[in-house]
């Protein structure tokens, strides 16, 4: 190119070079209809359109020059794709597209890309659903249930519940209950705020202590190991290295297939003990 612009005024019978094609395996979406036939001729006709938010291309099929759905069509068939650059003043024609297309997204976006069958590009797409269990964490790692948290507030009872009251900051709270150890102290002993009468029966530790834990428990279980672990582990007499990692071995029985219910949670690890008292609990 530096000699043909060198030479363009002194010799007529120069001629000036052809641009080399910009080939492309990865096509962006973000693209006007005629930036993607170029790019997919230049690329042997073969290219990969991925985007992670199904919008982008939908935006682009809304665009005034960017509607290349037709494209998406032909080529599904590998069917010719024919166009007109004007910049040139050349036909071109692409004999035997190929291209596939991976896209993510929610299913409203769906309806945005595609708001109907009636073109055929809906029967062009296979799609694949991933349904999942939602679980609510929350930022406070010491959580009480509905009921325990009008009681406690939502850090629960401990010495953070004494000094911040139920009203008070609840992260604040939290964090004291977890650092100072006193919600562990005070369920086993009923201090701190932990029981209606101040006392609370042996039988009954277990089941407040998860009541009140049981998303910093969950938490804690995933790795294997915590604060909340050995909490739990001592009310039940038990080693936290070995309830910990069986925990962790049985978290979606425990956790997930219990879809957090404290009781559940208590009688799944009750069950995983007396299953293997040597390994889960080391007694």
């Known amino acids: 190119m530096q000699e043909y612009n060198a030479n363009k005024g002194k010799d007529a019978n120069t001629e000036k070079p052809q641009k080399p094609p910009q080939k492309m395996l990865f096509i962006p979406a973000n693209n006007s209809a005629t930036g993607f036939l170029e790019i997919l001729g230049d690329s042997d006709k073969r290219g990969l359109i991925f ?3 199904g919008d982008t291309l939908a935006k682009a099929f809304k665009s005034d020059y960017g509607d290349f759905s037709d494209g998406f069509r032909n080529a599904f068939q590998h069917e010719p794709i024919s166009y007109y650059r004007r910049t040139d003043k050349e036909y071109v024609e692409i004999d035997r597209p190929c291209l596939s297309a991976l896209l993510s997204g929610t299913p409203k976006q769906i309806t945005t890309l595609i708001p109907n069958a009636e073109n055929g590009l809906f029967s062009r797409f296979m799609f694949y659903v991933m349904n999942m269990k939602l679980i609510l964490t929350l930022v406070v790692s010491l959580l009480a249930s509905t009921a325990m948290a009008r009681h406690y507030g939502d850090a629960g009872c401990g010495l953070g519940l004494s ?6 900051n609840q992260v604040l709270a939290a964090t004291t209950n ?4 006193t919600q562990l102290f005070g369920i086993s002993s009923g ?7 101040g006392a609370i029966s042996e039988n009954k530790a277990v089941p407040a202590y ?7 428990l969950a938490k804690d279980a995933a790795r294997g190991e915590g604060e909340t672990l050995v909490g739990l582990a001592q009310l039940m007499g038990c080693q936290a290295g070995k309830l910990g990692p069986a925990m962790k071995s049985n978290y979606n029985k425990i956790f997930v297939d219990s879809q957090m219910e404290p009781s559940d949670i208590e009688q799944s690890v009750r069950t995983l003990i007396s299953s293997d008292k040597s390994n889960a609990c080391g007694v």
Request: aromatic share 4%; glycine share 12%; charged share 35%.
């Open 178 to 181: 977890e650092s100072s150890y």
């Open 163 to 168: 000094l911040m009251g139920k009203d008070g």
């Open 210 to 216: 998860i009541e009140v834990n049981k998303i910093a």
């Open 191 to 197: 201090t701190s705020g932990c029981t209606d009468d």
């Open 51 to 53: 985007e992670t938010e």
